[in-house]
């Protein structure tokens, strides 16, 4: 079974300018997940979607992040302009749905470094 | 309000030692799960095992198994015969029915020395 894709793996940008980051999913898995991790800290989420609707976007700053899931498989998302505070590692997670008892599975991450 | 601590930044165990890393949790809910996680240097989030609050048997994966007492709110990873592809940063996370987000400790760097 594949595992969760993520693209691109890294990426470099100066601030200002945008960035975009994609993913897909376990197939068949209902729920994804956009994280933050910045260096030395654990995940912080981003966005969560329960198929192609959004289930949880409070702690994405929305000035500046957006994400999608059009069709309830891969995302992206996107900043638009980066801050020096963006530099992170964001990565994708996927679980069959949404509960307590339902792991997620992680991608491997994009790391973004904003100069 | 749910939160999970991780006391341990670092450890330094010796290669095919056993070593326990530990976490507590703090919820009103009834009804929640207990995940570790493993993320090597190359950052990807690995599932290790997971404790249902409901389970009664702890539980087991492999070399590694998760000590949950309940009633201490404590649910500490147990890894057995530690080998050095051990050497990570180790993350414990909850979950719940009334809040499906993982809420996550700082985690744990191991290192496993030869």
């Known amino acids: 079974e594949a595992g969760v894709a993520q693209s691109p793996r890294y990426k470099i940008i100066e601030k200002r300018q945008s960035v975009a980051f994609w993913c897909n999913p376990i197939s068949g898995h209902a729920t994804l997940y956009w994280y933050q991790q910045i260096l030395g800290q654990g995940p912080k989420l981003l966005i969560q979607?329960?198929?192609?609707?959004?289930?949880?976007d409070s702690q994405l700053p929305k000035d500046r992040f957006s994400a999608e899931r059009l069709k309830g498989v891969d995302s992206t998302l996107k900043i638009q302009p980066a801050k020096l505070e963006d530099s992170a590692v964001y990565l994708c997670a996927s679980s069959l749905t949404a509960g307590a008892s339902y792991e997620q599975y992680f991608g491997p991450g994009t790391r973004l470094t904003v100069t | 309000a749910q939160k999970i601590t991780q006391t341990q930044p670092g450890m330094f165990v010796q290669e095919k030692e056993a070593v326990t890393l530990d976490c507590t949790y703090d919820t009103s809910d009834q009804s929640y799960g207990l995940f570790w996680y493993k993320q090597p240097s190359s950052g990807e989030m690995i599932f290790l095992i997971y404790?249902?609050?409901?389970d009664e048997q702890n539980a087991t994966e492999g070399r590694y198994s998760l000590n949950f007492q309940k009633a201490r709110k404590s649910a500490n990873l147990v890894i057995s015969a530690s080998q050095l592809g051990d050497s990570a940063m180790y993350f414990c996370a909850m979950s719940s029915d009334s809040n499906y987000q993982l809420i996550w400790g700082a985690g744990t760097k191991l290192i496993i020395k030869p």
């Open positions: 979607f329960q198929n192609n609707g959004v289930v949880d």
């Open positions: 404790q249902g609050s409901y």
